[in-house]
Nanobody
Framework: QVQVVESGGGLVQAGGSLRLSCAAS????????MGWFRQPPGKEIEPVAA???????TYYADSVKGRATISRYNDNTMVLQMNSAKPQDTAIYYC??????????????????WGQGIQVTVSS
């Protein structure tokens, strides 16, 4: 059984930094691309960032470009560092893992495995 677990998050002041970690596990499970998506209050799920298998390529949504860094430390662990946090970054953040896509993709359809989500609140 595949498990995708997020950690980090919580309450952050505007202008501060947040760090989200993700670990994917499962018998004989090696994720290819991994990504972060988020769902702001009352809005649809949107992509945040993604990293390719082996971490050679990345994708960032325009809303976080220049403020976020996604890193992959091994086959199953990923970290999102976001600086200069804004109130509009407030959302539930989901870690995702793909078994079909190698490249860093911002499409939710490429990720079959999702974590339960973790709340991030940026106060103004």
């Amino acid at each position: 059984q595949v498990q995708v677990v997020e950690s980090g998050g919580g309450l952050v002041q505007a202008g501060g930094s947040l760090r989200l970690s993700c670990a994917a596990s499962g018998r004989s499970f090696t994720p290819l691309a991994m990504g972060w998506f988020r769902q702001p209050p009352g809005k649809e799920i949107e992509p945040v960032a993604a990293v390719s298998w082996h971490g050679s390529n990345t994708y960032y949504a325009d809303s976080v470009k220049g403020r976020a860094t996604i890193s992959r430390y091994n086959d199953n662990t990923m970290v999102l560092q976001m600086n200069s946090a804004k109130p509009q970054d407030t959302a539930i953040y989901y870690c995702t893992a793909s078994t079909t896509t190698v490249d860093a993709s911002g499409s939710s359809r490429d990720y079959a495995h999702w974590g339960q989500g973790i709340q991030v609140t940026v106060s103004s």
